[in-house]
T-cell receptor, first 113, second 113 residues
Framework: GQQLNQSPQSMFIQEGEDVSMNCTSSSIFNTWLWYKQDPGEGPVLLIALYKAGELTSNGRLTAQFGITRKDSFLNISASIPSDVGIYFCAGQRSGGSNYKLTFGKGTLLTVNP | SQTIHQWPATLVQPVGSPLSLECTVEGTSNPNLYWYRQAAGRGLQLLFY??????ISSEVPQNLSASRPQDRQFILSSKKLLLSDSGFYLC????????????FGDGTRLSIL
């Protein structure tokens, strides 16, 4: 089946630093999504990308849909302690009525105050 | 606005006992519904999805089953739990027939003893 390669697997940074993580795929996706999961909770949608080349921001978060449709990155600027959590990318292929997602394995972010 | 509810939040069950986890969505009609399992805080595995009442698609062979008795109700069940069924179970919904993202509930932590 399709797989998403998400990197890095984990990051340990100092408060105030910028963070970058990315996902790559061997297949094309029509939509790229980025989620954040806090411990013991469900993933929460951060950013949705629908067009190749699209660059979208949500506060200190910026994500881009790669031109080839096979990759996406997420940047977090000026990290703060509450940014701690697991970040997941997900690709979605349109078609049919189910719109299943393919998830990366997540990036565990730790922010040292 | 739409909301998704899962219960219970935590469940401890003996091996061989039955299981019933419930998920309901409010504020939308005819959603796509999904059950995921997440092991060790990473890697979301899609178990089942449904595009309508009574319509269930299984992604992986397993000891679990799903049912959708009402439009906005999705149930995950087992007749006899195995130790390997332990994990964090997440329900999600999305708008039928669109590329809008999936939105997740807060999950159920299932421990099998």
């Amino acid at each position: 089946g399709q797989q998403l390669n998400q990197s890095p697997q984990s990051m340990f940074i100092q408060e105030g630093e910028d963070v970058s993580m990315n996902c790559t795929s061997s297949s094309i996706f029509n939509t790229w999504l980025w989620y954040k999961q806090d411990p013991g909770e469900g993933p929460v949608l951060l950013i949705a990308l629908y067009k190749a080349g699209e660059l979208t921001s949500n506060g200190r978060l910026t994500a881009q849909f790669g031109i080839t449709r096979k990759d996406s990155f997420l940047n977090i600027s000026a990290s703060i302690p509450s940014d701690v959590g697991i970040y997941f990318c997900a690709g979605q292929r349109s078609g049919g009525s189910n719109y299943k997602l393919t998830f990366g394995k997540g990036t565990l972010l730790t922010v040292n105050p | 606005s739409q909301t998704i509810h899962q219960w219970p939040a935590t469940l401890v069950q003996p091996v061989g006992s039955p299981l019933s986890l419930e998920c309901t969505v409010e504020g939308t009609s005819n959603p796509n519904l999904y059950w995921y399992r997440q092991a060790a805080g990473r890697g979301l595995q899609l178990l089942f999805y449904s595009v309508g009442i009574g319509q269930i698609s299984s992604e992986v062979p397993q000891n679990l089953s799903a049912s959708r008795p009402q439009d906005r109700q999705f149930i995950l069940s087992s007749k006899k739990l195995l130790l390997s069924d332990s994990g964090f179970y997440l329900c999600a919904w999305s708008v039928w027939g669109s590329n809008q993202p999936q939105h997740f509930g807060d999950g159920t932590r299932l421990s099998i003893l």
